[in-house]
């Protein structure tokens, strides 16, 4: 694409009289470490940004190289691999580097890359990580002293493993040199504030343009639903209430009775809303929520069964892995397990 193609393409994308696009000549390098599991939509919405403004400028203001902890394809969570560029060393150029993960944010293999980034860190690179790769950089050491963000199903395993991290419930955390944002749309939100940052507003825009986004929107500033319920609409003030009661404590469960009292209602009025809202009883709402995060606890930390029975309100680890075992299919060890292959 010669220079007057490209923009024409970029003036045929744009609204109004765009001013004179401000793209310095420097190509900007980016390396994305990809971790087993990693997430194809989250790495996509990183990636694609860059692309098209290289596509729209008719240049390469971007490139990138693909990593991976041994240098061989990874996997994605849909099972696709992908072949990478690389293994981690210290000559991948890289004024940004970025960790990219998915739901298993435990891996055994990755000193190697951890120290790479370290390097790469004291060299004056900017680190970021997307989704849950933020658990990569606190093991890493790289999130000391920042404010950093991830997906909220990795909250609870942050804050259990790493309890002195600054950790906010933004979709987009940028703290002098580090940058983490909490999921796939909050990823490409980030790679929009980067292109605009580096080049110019309305090139961002442009891109944005590319993918139907809503450009009115302020970037980076809504705050992530962290309620393992977030994705539910609850329809009654006095059930959203109750809802919010059970989120805060898990390990001492309220009865019914002191639900109802806190939120101003007869247990009776309670369970009457839970049925018509949930097609089930207030206690077992909350043993599916508290279960929930047991769920989460197993998978995303290395805390004992026993330990994560007790903090989500069971007496012991038989009591526990009974109930558990009936409302997934699979005892806790058989998830854990699973979770790590």
């Avoid at 970029?10 to 087993?36: F, H, M, R, W």
């Avoid at 951890?114 to 933020?134: E, P």
């Avoid at 940028?174 to 580096?198: F, K, P, Q, V």
């Avoid at 929930?292 to 012991?316: D, K, M, W, Y």
Wanted: include cysteine; hydrophobic fraction near 40%.
């Amino acid at each position: 694409m010669n220079d007057q193609h490209s923009h024409l393409v970029y003036n045929s994308l744009c609204t109004g009289n765009p001013k004179e696009l401000a793209t310095p000549d420097d190509q900007i390098s980016l390396a994305v470490l990809l971790l087993p599991g990693f997430s194809w939509m989250t790495y996509s919405c990183l990636i694609e940004p860059f692309r098209q403004v290289n596509r729209l400028l008719g240049r390469a203001a971007y490139d990138w190289t693909l990593v991976s902890c041994n240098g061989d394809p990874v996997q994605a969570s849909d099972g696709a691999k992908i072949v990478v560029d690389t293994a981690p060393n210290n000559s991948i150029p890289a004024d940004y580097l970025f960790a990219c993960a998915g739901i298993n944010v435990l891996h055994d293999d990755t000193k190697a890359a951890a120290s790479w980034f370290r390097y790469c860190a004291a060299h004056g690179a900017v680190i970021g990580a997307v989704s849950t790769g933020t658990h990569f950089l606190a093991e890493a050491g790289l999130l000391n002293g920042y404010s950093c963000t991830a997906h909220w199903e990795t909250h609870e395993s942050l804050r259990e493993r790493y309890p002195d991290l600054k950790l906010t419930t933004n979709t987009l955390e940028i703290d002098r040199r580090r940058i983490t944002c909490s999921g796939a749309m909050s990823c490409l939100e980030m790679s929009l504030t980067l292109i605009r940052e580096h080049l110019d507003q309305n090139v961002a825009i442009a891109v944005s343009k590319q993918f139907n986004l809503n450009t009115s929107s302020t970037w980076g500033q809504a705050l992530q639903l962290l309620d393992i319920s977030a994705n539910q609409t609850l329809e009654h003030p006095k059930v959203a209430a109750a809802v919010r009661l059970m989120e805060t404590e898990f390990s001492q469960p309220y009865t019914l009775a002191t639900l109802a009292e806190r939120v101003g209602i007869s247990s009776r009025q309670l369970e009457r809303l839970f049925q018509m809202q949930f097609k089930c009883s207030v206690m077992r709402y909350y043993k599916s929520l508290r279960l929930q995060r047991a769920n989460i606890l197993l998978t995303q930390t290395h805390l004992p069964v026993s330990e994560v029975a007790l903090s989500c309100g069971f007496q012991s680890a038989q009591q526990f892995s009974r109930v558990y075992s009936t409302h997934f299919g699979h005892s806790p060890l058989q998830d854990r397990k699973a979770n790590r292959n």
